[in-house]
């Protein structure tokens, strides 16, 4: 078993800046890959980016894609998302996710085994 735990949410102005964090405990050798997920009122959750620790490979979505940021290693147990330039539209619940098997791609909900509790980030215009 692998417990997430995300914080670093908040409100910020748009055009802002902050940084997410997710610690992961537990069974953590087992991941081979974290990502972040988001979920708008009323929306289903949505792909944000993910790390593969082989290679350390990082993919986005288009929507964030050049103002969000993934960073961490496993060795240190815990995963960053910094996202910058922060639009209303951002505004969700930024859930935390790990994933216990080697896929190439990590887009789908589905590619995940554990989920973190979230964390809710507020974007004023």
């Known amino acids: 078993q692998v417990q997430l735990v995300e914080s670093g949410g908040g409100l910020v102005q748009a055009g802002g800046s902050l940084r997410l964090s997710c610690a992961s405990s537990?069974?953590?050798?087992?991941?081979?890959?974290m990502g972040w997920v988001r979920q708008a009122p009323g929306k289903e959750r949505d792909f944000v980016g993910y790390?593969?620790?082989?290679?350390?490979?990082?993919s986005y979505a288009d929507s964030v894609k050049g103002r969000f940021t993934i960073s961490g290693d496993n060795a240190n147990n815990t995963v960053y998302l910094q996202m910058n330039s922060l639009k209303p539209e951002d505004t969700a619940v930024y859930y935390c996710?790990?994933?216990?098997?080697?896929?190439?791609?990590?887009?789908?909900?589905?590619?995940?085994?554990?989920w973190g509790q979230g964390t809710q980030v507020t974007v004023s215009s």
């Open positions: 996710a790990a994933s216990g098997s080697a896929y190439y791609t990590y887009y789908r909900n589905n590619d995940y085994n554990y």
């Open positions: 537990g069974h953590h050798a087992s991941v081979h890959a």
């Open positions: 790390i593969a620790w082989s290679g350390r490979r990082t």
